[in-house]
């Protein structure tokens, strides 16, 4: 009787317990002094133009982008910063593979863990982005949980 009374106290404590929900901000640094900062979800839909945006759960194949009038829908014609930010692991990396294509310097970097690790994209020529599908060595990684990101435009 004791042992039952026992596990069923432990297990009332546990559920009192509240588990560490994984949370992820992206925000945006524009220094253009002109355009409008968009942040896409894996859907298309639009989450952000230019606020922080704060996701109580993983953000899954975004892709961000400073709309200066000559950008599609999806960022065509402009850089791109694409992003999947998840406890364990986080990836983020710039894109120019066609119809993307350089329009401003653009730039990300982690916060809140993996601190400063990013990459800056400051001319047509960029090292540090992809050009084709399997520059997977651009990719920046973070495996720190509830890890922010911050873009920046015209740095």
């Known amino acids: 009787m004791f042992f039952k009374l026992a596990v069923a106290m432990v297990a009332a404590a546990a559920a009192l317990v509240p588990a560490k929900a994984e949370t992820h901000t992206v925000t945006f640094d ?9 942040l896409r979800g894996q859907n298309g839909e639009v989450l952000s133009t ?3 945006y704060t996701i109580n759960g993983p953000l899954i194949s975004a892709i961000a982008y400073l709309q200066t009038g000559i950008c599609g829908e999806n960022g065509e014609k402009c850089i791109i910063v694409e992003t999947t930010l998840k406890n364990g692991y986080s990836s983020t ?3 120019l593979i066609p ?22 994209c400051t001319s047509a020529n960029c090292p540090d982005a992809f050009y084709q599908p399997n520059d997977t060595n651009v990719q920046v990684g973070c495996p720190a949980d509830n890890v922010n990101l911050a873009i920046t435009f015209c740095h």
Do not use: E, K, V, W
Request: glycine letters at 18%.
């Open 93 to 95: 990396d710039l894109s």
């Open 99 to 120: 119809p993307h294509a350089f329009q401003i310097t653009t730039g990300f970097s982690y916060y809140n863990g993996c601190d400063g690790a990013g990459h800056d």
């Open 30 to 38: 524009n220094r253009c002094g002109r355009g409008t900062p968009t």
């Open 50 to 52: 230019g606020a922080p």
